[in-house]
């Protein structure tokens, strides 16, 4: 059975960075860009040196990959390494998304004027 993309995936066109749970982190959220192939230091990767993105729903110490950078690195992203970790089975494929997404990480990323509600 596919793992579902989680309500508030940063990937989501419709999740407010803002609205992360577990407490949201704009420099943590920018830090995350060293997991894209594309501004990876070394965009050669191999699987043991992959540098995931994990779901904010993950326990800590037992993550999982966030399934909409899962999408995305495995689509336009183009992350090899990551491929091959799929490939051999270290890593598995089998996700559904929930909806539209953003087509490039700096499109994850807060907005100027979206800002966490106060309820």
């Known amino acids: ?4 993309q989680c309500a508030k995936c940063p ?19 920018c830090a995350l860009r060293s997991t894209i192939a594309a501004h990876s230091d070394n965009p050669g990767l191999t699987a043991s ?3 995931l993105m994990a ?8 993550e999982v990959p966030c399934v909409g950078w899962l999408a995305h690195e ?5 992350n090899i390494g990551l491929r091959f970790a799929v490939a051999t ?3 598995s494929a089998d996700f ?5 997404q ?18």
């Not at 059975?1 to 579902?4: I, L, Q, V």
């Not at 559904?96 to 539209?100: K, R």
């Not at 953003?102 to 309820?119: A, C, I, Q, S």
């Open 49 to 51: 040196q992959l540098r």
């Open 96 to 100: 559904e998304l929930d909806g539209p």
């Open 55 to 62: 779901c904010h729903e993950s326990a800590v110490g037992k």
């Open 74 to 78: 495995l689509g336009p992203g183009n």
């Open 89 to 91: 089975k270290r890593i």
């Open 11 to 29: 990937w989501k066109v419709s999740t407010n960075s803002h609205d992360i749970p577990n407490g949201y982190s704009e420099a943590k959220h």
């Open 1 to 4: 059975m596919p793992r579902k």
């Open 102 to 119: 953003h087509e490039r990480f700096e499109d994850t990323l807060p907005k100027r004027g979206r800002r966490k509600k106060n309820v």
